[in-house]
């Protein structure tokens, strides 16, 4: 197991130093935002930023992510032009040393929340989703009112360049089902794995978030049932996934210790984002602290699980709430997510010491 922490380069305001203070924090997960989807990741920017960090005592072997252009997506015939662009991207950062790189599949909208500063009893705040707000919003309206909160940082997965087609790829969508989606998703699969195997980089999909489709748009990754269907579009070890415990359990009827157990026993989780969250309602939730009684997930179950099958996993806390008056990217607050990759390390130590 490598114990990492997200870092955004440039435009992230917590200094590498103090990624490095953190016991045992091997080195980061990577999200650059210099390159658009379907841009080449440039061998020499991304070379001096891994250089960087090598600089600093951190290792740069996760990335997320290289996005996956729309038109890939869609279907449209660009396609092939953007799926070579990111073999070139695969090509490029393996020579860096990347080894594993998270992305994910998801039409239009990546991650989403109704609230990005939802104050809890404590005084902290953190990202809360509730299903009545989202049912009386316009897709507009969420991009307007999720970039308007986020305090001028960039947020993955709301690029300005991938929001700003909005309303034409929502036509486009309108006419691709689940089925049709994943035969995209497959003939993308094929297009890049095979280079994935020679410059052995395992690719790791990342679940939507939350776990159901949002405004009529399909999305087919995250039952376990889609996820074995997404792992057997190419059967390889380079088609893998990210476990990420706060979408998959944003479900509250998922079992989340059972399915890293059964993609685990498979070899198919490169990697994971461990966070916690509480559920208040049906479809209403908010990201707890990671300490299991703050939410409604075991981590306890959830690192055993990781330990039990996957000991070569790169494991990262996942987003933190704002603590201490900290001021900074939704979720990406240094305070909260270091004392929850603490408590993961003390986890995992004491369930390695217990298996002995
Ligand atoms: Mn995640």
Redesign the pocket.
């Known amino acids: 197991m490598k114990m990492t922490f997200r870092w955004y380069g440039d435009s992230d305001p917590i200094p590498l130093k103090y990624i490095k203070q953190i016991p045992n924090c091997s080195g980061i997960m990577a999200m650059m935002d210099d390159f658009e989807a379907g841009q080449v990741w440039d061998k020499e920017i991304f070379g001096k930023f891994v250089k960087r960090v090598n600089d600093a005592g951190l290792e740069v072997e996760v990335i997320e992510s290289i996005n996956v252009h729309e038109d890939i997506k869609m279907g449209l015939p660009t396609r092939d032009k953007y799926i070579e662009n990111y073999k070139e991207s695969i090509k490029n950062v393996a020579e860096c040393g990347v080894k594993v790189v998270v992305y994910n599949f998801m039409p239009v909208f990546d991650w989403l929340k109704t609230d990005l500063a939802k104050v809890l009893a404590d005084g902290s705040n953190t990202l809360y989703y509730n299903d009545k707000d989202l049912k009386g919003l316009t897709p507009q309206a969420l991009v307007e009112s999720t970039i308007k909160n986020s305090g001028g940082f960039s947020l993955p997965g709301w690029e300005p360049e991938r929001l700003k087609e909005l309303e034409r790829v929502l036509e486009i969508y309108k006419d691709i089902d689940e089925e049709k989606l994943l035969a995209n998703y497959k003939y993308f699969l094929e297009g890049i794995i095979p280079t994935c195997e020679k410059y052995g980089v395992r690719m790791a999909v990342?679940p939507d978030?939350p776990a159901w489709p949002v405004f009529g748009i399909p999305r087919i990754s995250h039952s376990l049932e889609q996820f074995d269907r997404i792992l057997s579009l190419v059967d390889s070890p380079a088609n893998s996934l990210?476990l990420?415990t706060?979408?998959l359990g944003t479900d509250s009827n998922y079992k989340v210790a059972d399915a890293i157990r059964h993609f685990g026993e498979r070899g198919r989780i490169a990697c994971a984002?461990v966070r916690n969250i509480k559920h208040i309602g049906n479809k209403e939730f908010y990201e707890s602290a990671h300490y299991s009684d703050c939410g409604s997930l075991d981590m306890f179950e959830i690192m055993k699980a990781l330990y039990d099958t996957s000991p070569d996993v790169y494991i990262r806390p996942?987003h933190g709430r704002m603590i201490w008056d900290e001021k900074g990217r939704a979720g990406y607050g240094l305070y909260d997510r270091a004392l929850g990759l603490t408590y993961l390390n003390g986890l995992w130590e004491a369930i390695d010491k217990m298996s002995k």
């Open positions: 990342h978030d990210c990420c706060g979408s984002h996942d």
